[in-house]
């Protein structure tokens, strides 16, 4: 089969390389990818956000899937546009793809069908939430309603950095549009993991649970970031609350057929263990980045034909087949990430890495032969281990023999450190 991938970075690369892994695919294509990639796909110069011109793609190329890797497409229609030409697309339509796109409608669901998570209050008017913030306990969760990479979420310590969240999201300064309607959410203090659910609509099949690193620095310190890391499977959980987990997914799925935009493609659920049981932080309507580039090397499962079940309505309740093993890895992105950075930094020779470490690409492209940044976060080196500690020592020490010069990766993915910040 011939699969065509949207996206460009690590996530994509990621799921490149476990689409190329299956026998029945043939070819893959990538628009537009990135330099990681181009031994695996073939490279087409396309914006993933214009969709006319993919669709086109699609339909000349005689495409059998086409699997987008990042939100915003998808939050723009890309799936209502393939289905009404009869393109296979693994994704969710743009009504569904609204429990990323907009915080404050996925919270009304939640709300509406029972589903647990955070009390919260929804605002338009910046006065009205000021006055709100003002007389709220601290610490609490500012969020805005849009798309925002991951950096639309601050955890404010006192009343007087909510009140600053708020007019530099409402005021459009540094989100835009997306911060125009804001959430202010009770802070939960807890455990995070995320739980992915591959989905037609009907059946669930969840994927291993993993943890993420979002905070820039060590000790989970700093501005929140796409990711910095991700460990596969974790060990916190109990079995009650995995299986809590899955049924919310279950529930999430029902939810959304219930209100007339049924949900096919992967749900992420970003996940909270409190101590009064388990609670959603997030909903996202597609794969996590770095999860999937330590949930997907594990899957021995044929992701092609999960995911074209998947697209077809014709997803099997069987169980998925795993590595015993766990994997830890460690983004490495630009100076100055999340914040401004400067592109076009040469990266380090990746010949040295061993095969049994896999380096997926995210912000890279080739330039008079060699390896630069286009992007904050470029890097994604992904160990394997009996367990958590043996596979971040081995991602570790790779890291060690290399030379990052403008670069910075966080030290301590993988290790026990404090989940209790939202994110």
């Not at 709100?132 to 609490?140: D, G, I, L, R």
């Not at 999430?252 to 992420?268: D, H, I, N, Q, R």
């Not at 932080?281 to 949930?295: K, M, Y």
């Not at 896999?358 to 976060?377: P, W």
Request: glycine residues 10%; hydrophobic residues 40%.
């Amino acid at each position: 089969m011939k699969i065509l991938v949207i996206g460009s970075g690590a996530r994509e690369h990621a799921l490149v390389w476990a689409l190329s892994r299956s026998p029945r695919v043939a070819e893959i294509m990538v628009c537009p990818g990135n330099a990681g990639m181009e031994n695996l796909a073939r490279r087409i110069s396309l914006d993933p956000l214009n969709i006319e011109a993919i669709a086109r793609l699609a339909q000349d190329k005689h495409v059998d899937l086409t699997v987008v890797g990042p939100e915003a497409p998808l939050v723009s229609g890309i799936a209502d546009v393939f289905s009404e030409r009869g393109l296979p697309l693994f994704g969710p339509g743009a009504r569904a793809a609204r429990i990323e796109g907009s915080k404050a409608w996925a919270k009304d669901l939640m709300v509406k069908h029972g589903i647990p998570t955070a009390s919260h209050r929804t605002f338009s008017d910046l006065d009205l939430a000021k006055a709100y913030v003002s007389s709220h306990p601290v610490p609490v969760v500012v969020k805005a309603d849009g798309l925002a990479a991951g950096k639309g979420v601050v955890v404010a310590q006192t009343r007087d950095e909510a009140l600053a969240v708020l007019c530099d999201f409402m005021g459009g300064r540094s989100l835009g549009e997306a911060g125009k309607t804001i959430i202010v959410e009770e802070f939960l203090e807890g455990r995070e993991f995320s739980l992915l659910g591959l989905t037609d609509g009907k059946t669930v099949l969840d994927l291993l649970p993993a943890c993420d690193y979002k905070r820039a620095c060590d000790g989970n310190r700093g501005p929140n970031t796409g990711g910095m890391g991700a460990s596969c499977p974790t060990d916190f959980l109990s079995r009650d609350d995995l299986r809590e987990g899955i049924r919310i997914l279950k529930q999430t799925v029902a939810a959304l057929e219930k209100e007339g935009c049924p949900y096919s493609g992967v749900l992420y659920g970003g996940f909270m263990r409190t101590s009064q049981g388990v609670r959603v932080l997030e909903f996202n309507c597609r794969f996590g980045d770095p999860e999937t580039q330590v949930i997907l090397p594990l899957l021995q499962s044929d992701l092609a034909g999960l995911l074209t079940s998947c697209a077809h309505g014709a997803l099997r309740d069987d169980a998925l087949s795993w590595s015993t093993s766990s994997a830890v890895g460690v983004v490495v992105a630009r100076e100055g990430y999340p914040g401004s950075y400067k592109k076009g930094n040469p990266l380090p020779d990746l010949q040295s890495v061993p095969k049994e470490i896999l380096v997926f690409h995210a912000g890279t492209e080739r330039s008079v032969g060699e390896l630069v940044n286009t992007g904050g976060r470029t890097l994604t080196f992904t160990a394997f281990g009996a367990d958590r500690d043996e596979a971040a020592s081995r991602a570790y020490e790779v890291l060690s023999q290399l030379s990052f010069s403008g670069f910075f990766f966080r030290s301590d993915i993988g290790k026990e450190v404090s989940f209790s910040w939202i994110s």
